[in-house]
Each structure stands twice: as C-alpha cells, then as structure tokens.
C-alpha cells in the first residue's frame, strides 16, 4: 500500500525559507520509473504543480517558480524534499507530495496547509 | 506559451442525469511513446486531496465507477459522469503533461452540484 505524508511549518514569515518535507511507503525513488511531485492549492483555488522527482535524480520544476524551488530525494528515508525561497503571503496553501506516474499523479499525501503571515 | 481551458467553472445536473466537463489544450498531449494522450482527470470532495479517477485520457484508475468516463484526443478532452449520483458532487480537475519543455498543468477546476 503507498502512502505518502507531508510536514513542515504551519507558518512562515514573509521572505523566510520554507521547507516541506514528503514521507512515503510502499514503493522506492530508487525503482526506474518512480517520481515524486508537489503540488498545492491556496484556499478555494485550483491545484498548481510545483515540481517533481524521478528515481535517476532528473527534477522538474514549475516555469513560474523554478527560480525559488529546490527538490531533492534521500532514498535511504524514502524521502523527497521541496523548499521554497522568500516566500510571500501569496504562497499560503496547502501543499501536497503524490506519486506520480503515467504523467499523473497517482496516490496523494493529505496535505499540509502553509500559511505565509 | 500554452493555454488550458476547463469547462464550465461550475454546472448543477439532476441526479441520474448526464454530467459533462471540458478540457482544452493551445498544444497537443499525444506522447509519442506509446501514442496516448497524457491528459488525467481528477475528483477532489471539500477537505480530501485530489483523487485520480483517469489517466491517458481514457484509461479509468481502479475502483472507479464506469459511470466515469474519459475521451478526446490531441487538445480536446472530455469527462463524462454518465448518471450522476449524490457522491460525485465535487471539485473536478484535468491536468495535462507537456513534454517540450516537461511540464504538468491542472485545469482551474469545475464545480459538480446537484440541480
């Protein structure tokens, strides 16, 4: 069964660095064909992609933000990690990690909700 | 640059009727790896994250209803809830894969009520 969790801060200052991190089961970032991706929604907003992983290390990141963004994986923790450089309030949302594969994002975390104040 | 569009933004259906949601690309999502297009649909209920309910444009994810289906080809992709039930009142989102340069897209998402 997979399953993935994400964590971090609840709040973060404007400007300030924010650092999420996704927690998964049931599969390896180490198996040809996996990925990891980020997405987050801010309140009663659409989802916006943010980046994403592959098992070789390729990342991907969002045109919009790719110069704020920085994903990484340990394989050893069966974890992926994605910052965010200075932040602003427009950041708040709620940000998920999902499995991602046939260039869909399969199993989703519940989420964690940032808010930027 | 390219352009999606999802719609409507929001329709009402009476129950056991016919549900219709649109998707359109500026570009194509045909992967030529394996000819499909790379288009998913997504069911998100309030509180829940995202569900995929179809992926390759067409292909239902398991345990989805058949009452769910997926068409379209190139940039013009439909959902189709062919008898609309109580639990499918949802947020619904496409997403669609670019590979030049690689990149996911969602739709801005379409509000499922019941009339």
């Known amino acids: 069964q997979i399953t993935l969790k994400e964590s971090g801060p609840t709040l973060v200052k404007p400007t300030q660095t924010l650092t999420l991190t996704c927690t998964f089961s049931?599969?390896?970032?180490?198996?040809?064909?996996?990925?990891v991706g980020w997405i987050r929604q801010p309140p009663g907003k659409a989802l916006e992609w943010l980046a994403l992983?592959?098992?070789?290390?390729?990342?991907r990141y969002s045109p919009s933000l790719k110069s704020r963004l920085t994903i990484t994986k340990d394989t050893s923790k069966n974890q992926v990690v994605l910052t965010m450089t200075n932040v602003d309030p427009v950041d708040t949302a709620t940000y998920y990690c999902?499995?991602?594969?046939?260039?869909?994002?399969?199993?989703w975390g519940q989420g964690t909700m940032v808010t930027v104040s | 640059d390219i352009v999606m569009t999802q719609s409507p933004d929001s329709l009402a259906v009476s129950l056991g009727e016919r549900a219709t949601i649109n998707c359109k690309s500026s570009q194509s999502v045909l992967y030529s790896s394996n000819n499909k297009n790379s288009l998913a649909w997504y069911q998100q209920k309030p509180g829940q994250p995202p569900k995929l309910l179809i992926s390759?444009?067409?292909t239902r994810e398991s345990g989805v209803p058949d009452r769910f289906s997926g068409s379209g080809s190139g940039t013009d992709f439909t959902l189709t809830i062919s008898s609309l039930q109580a639990e499918d009142v949802a947020l619904y989102y496409c997403q669609l894969f670019y590979t030049t340069p690689p990149e996911w897209t969602f739709g801005q998402g379409t509000k499922v009520e019941i009339k």
């Open positions: 992983i592959y098992w070789n290390d390729d990342k």
């Open positions: 049931g599969f390896s970032l180490s198996t040809s064909g996996v990925a």
């Open positions: 390759w444009a067409s």
């Open positions: 999902a499995d991602a594969a046939k260039h869909a994002f399969d199993i």
